[in-house]
């Protein structure tokens, strides 16, 4: 069996009264590519934040293991350096800059300045981004940004990318084309996607983790998960399964 890349054990992130995570026990291994689905606060954003260290964890927080080295208390910068990217929920490209310059800033972050040439043409080629690589990303669409994101991820090659929300706002043939990219991206690294977009999520073929109220409720095949009863219950009132 393959190697896990994400071994969380017991994690629990806390604000206040709010258990946003609670007791997760999770696994992804090498090479795969799951989806992390959940009514809002389910606490699926804050699990991203505890893998990448920005809630930086201790010991009541439970474990964090990365690539099999124990991450528990360590800064995002140092948990970077071991292969992990975030596309975060809320956009980070620079609007002033173009795509061009958006992706190489990011690849400069870890390779010097011709490797970061290079780096980032690769980039554009693999995400069909070279025709607007001058545009500048302010005069972008909300689709063409959210691909540009993923530029910035994939310029630092890293072994886990996390991508929180990557399809919001984005319809019909352009998250047909962000899912051939995503697999495009999983060749080479393992993922997890957090999306509400359910056609979205099924058209990924993924394997589903489901949270609810910090805690995983399900895990399985897209087909079993989302026709389960428990989770078209927690759904409810919210948005449909
Ligand atoms: N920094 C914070 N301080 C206090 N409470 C927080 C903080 N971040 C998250 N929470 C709370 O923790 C719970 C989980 O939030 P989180 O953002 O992780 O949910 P989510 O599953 O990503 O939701 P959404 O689908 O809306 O993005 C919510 O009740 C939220 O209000
Ligand atoms: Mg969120």
Redesign the pocket.
């Known amino acids: 069996m393959r190697e896990p890349i994400v071994d969380t054990r017991e994690l629990t992130?806390r604000?206040?009264g709010?258990t946003?995570?609670n007791n997760v026990d999770f696994v992804l291994r090498e090479g795969e590519l799951r989806c992390l689905i959940?009514?809002?606060?389910?606490?699926?954003?804050?699990?991203?934040?505890c893998l990448t260290g920005q809630y930086i964890l201790n010991a009541d927080n439970g474990r964090v293991h990365i690539c099999g080295v124990d991450v528990t208390g360590w800064r995002p910068y140092e948990i970077v350096r071991l292969g992990v990217g975030i596309k975060t929920?809320v956009p980070s490209v620079m609007n002033g800059l173009t795509v061009y310059e958006n992706i190489w800033l990011s690849a400069r972050r870890v390779r010097d300045r011709r490797g970061s040439d290079e780096e980032t043409r690769a980039v554009l080629d693999e995400l069909d981004l070279g025709p607007l690589s001058r545009r500048l990303v302010g005069e972008m669409s909300h689709g063409e940004r959210q691909i540009v994101e993923l530029g910035i991820v994939l310029a630092q090659r890293p072994q886990l990318v996390l991508l929180?929300?990557p399809a919001a706002g984005i319809t019909g043939s352009e998250s047909e084309k962000l899912v051939t990219l995503i697999h495009r991206i999983n060749e080479n690294a393992a993922l997890i996607v957090?999306d509400?977009d359910m056609q979205f999520v099924r058209m990924l073929g993924a394997e589903i983790t489901v949270?609810h109220q910090?805690s995983i409720l399900i895990e399985g095949h897209a087909d079993d998960v989302l026709s389960d009863q428990k989770v078209r219950e927690v759904y409810v009132g919210n948005r449909a399964a």
């Open positions: 992130m604000f206040g709010v946003a995570v959940g009514p809002n606060g389910a606490g699926k954003s804050t699990f991203f934040k929920q929180d929300e957090v509400h949270f910090g």
